[in-house]
């Protein structure tokens, strides 16, 4: 006798996709904003101001398309990125509005330039083409392992981004920094995307080579340090970014490569010797740059004392101010309106735009925006380790990297810490590159941890695992 016994094989339980967390947290991404927004001109003005349904229900159907486009095309990704990213990209929109109604800042326009035309209608016109940007990257880029068939051309690419400020007729000087080029009476700055296309370059590159570079050749006061051919990478990246310091007069965005670029090495290879080597050189190229470059050297005579020049020098004089203006603001501030961190000049509408935060929302206001921005490091980080490919590891912590050196040296550069760069504020500051540059980096996050959550499709089974026949004696 024989007992026939069915086995049947059960799929993988699949992972909450969290799209209705996100849609959640993105209504308070809204709302949030538009309160600010009506404390705004209630402050200045003492009414609601005109724009204020506009402005609502645009932000609110342009979070709700990015929303929609995630659900559809990034099922499994991170449920707080593009909420935490709409929050600051509304609250940056608010800030440039408040900082529109200064009657200073419209009386140095119309002095200067005859006219006055408000930021904020600009901007959000930006922030639309910038998810638009974020919806058709996340369209096009199914696999994020696709860009590592161009490692050598993004390498190609960026350095073409890099040079285009420097090139005569197309250059643009901006406060002493070249680093906009101008296109058909629009100001672009290549730098911002240069950072995304250099990452490319990046992960492809140290994924292939990390063996090597993580060979040591000798050992010195608890160093490994490497062979002395493979110190070539890093020395080419320092040179690269000692020459953008020097031809565009761009601290930050010198700094930003090759500090990415040391993080990413560091990750590949897990040798501490790369830090310390990565540290020691960017302490002799700035002292080098420093003291023979002019641009560099202002800023920082600013940095070291800004009231000893205030009356000569205007970096000194915006750096006074900026300090002035967080130490007004106190712990809870004087009120969304209620500041003077217009005094600054134009300069509030670029890195200085921090400044506006930490006099009228205080140290409570400026800690919670840099946990906002914590928090999207913390989930780009996250997102690199729950990766399963090495490109994508590199990749994202490559894009996580960039972005928290590039809020570093912004706000520890209007708070006095380094000297100034010159940077913008990802998703706070007026500009288009900036927010374009920026959605396109979440958007590839979003993609990346998308990838890394979705579950692996079940193996197709074997007829012989369906049905198992057991046959027990009688």
């Known amino acids: 006798m024989s007992v026939v016994t069915n086995t049947t094989t059960i799929g993988a339980i699949e992972l909450p996709s969290r799209r209705n967390t996100e849609l959640l947290l993105l209504a308070f991404a809204v709302v949030i904003p538009i309160f600010a927004y009506a404390n705004v001109g209630l402050s200045i003005n003492g009414k609601l101001p005109p724009g204020m349904l506009t402005y609502g229900l645009g932000l609110g159907v342009l979070a709700g398309l990015a929303h929609l486009v995630v659900r559809r095309y990034a099922k499994y990704a991170d449920p707080l990125l593009l909420p935490i990213a709409t929050l600051l990209n509304g609250l940056g929109l608010v800030i440039i509005y408040r900082l529109d109604q200064s009657e200073r800042l419209q ?3 119309k002095r200067q330039f005859g006219t006055f035309t408000e930021s904020a209608p600009r901007q959000m016109m930006y922030t639309a083409l910038a998810l638009a940007l974020f919806a058709v990257v996340l369209l096009v880029l199914k696999d994020h392992r696709v860009l590592q068939r161009f490692t050598y051309i993004s390498m190609a690419a960026s350095l073409v981004l890099l040079i285009l400020p420097v090139v005569p007729g197309l250059g643009a000087d901006v406060f002493g920094a070249k680093i906009w080029i101008s296109v058909g009476g629009f100001s672009i700055q290549p730098g911002e995307f240069a950072k995304i296309v250099i990452a490319i370059f990046f992960a492809g590159y140290l994924m292939v080579k990390r063996d090597a570079l993580a060979l040591a050749s000798r050992r010195f006061m608890g160093l490994y340090l490497p ?11 320092w040179a690269m970014s000692l020459l953008v310091l020097i031809f565009e007069n761009d601290l930050g965005t ?7 670029f040391v993080i990413m090495l560091y990750v590949a290879t897990e040798r501490t010797s790369w830090i310390v080597i990565g540290l020691l050189m960017s302490v002799g190229g700035a002292v080098v740059v420093g003291t023979t470059a002019s641009h560099v050297k202002v800023r920082v005579t600013a940095w070291l004392d800004p009231f000893a020049c205030y009356s000569k020098s205007g970096a000194c004089e915006q750096v006074g101010q900026s300090i002035m203006s967080f130490g007004s603001g106190g712990v809870l501030g004087t009120g969304w309106g209620q500041g003077n961190s217009d005094l600054i000049g134009f300069a509030a509408n670029s890195d200085f735009i921090f400044s506006t935060v930490g006099e009228e929302l205080g140290l409570c206001g400026v800690m919670a925006f840099l946990l906002l921005y ?28 960039a972005f928290s050196l590039q809020i570093f040296v912004v706000a520890g ?18 500009g288009g590159s900036s927010v374009l540059a920026n959605w396109v980096l979440i958007a590839i996050l979003i993609r990346i941890s998308d990838t ?9 089974p074997s007829p012989d695992s369906e049905m198992t026949q057991v046959v027990r004696p009688s």
């Open 107 to 109: 009386n140095l326009a």
């Open 227 to 237: 062979r002395g051919r493979d110190l070539g990478p890093i020395l080419m990246i």
């Open 254 to 260: 010198s700094l930003l490569f090759f500090g990415m």
């Open 374 to 401: 914590g928090l999207i490091i913390e989930r780009g980080v996250r997102t690199a380790l729950a990766a399963r490919d090495p490109f994508g590891k590199l990749f994202a912590i490559g894009l996580s990297g």
């Open 413 to 430: 550069g209007v708070m006095g810490l380094i000297p100034l760069t010159g940077m913008t504020m990802p998703f706070l500051a007026s």
């Open 452 to 460: 890394a959550r979705r579950p692996a499709p079940a193996p197709a």
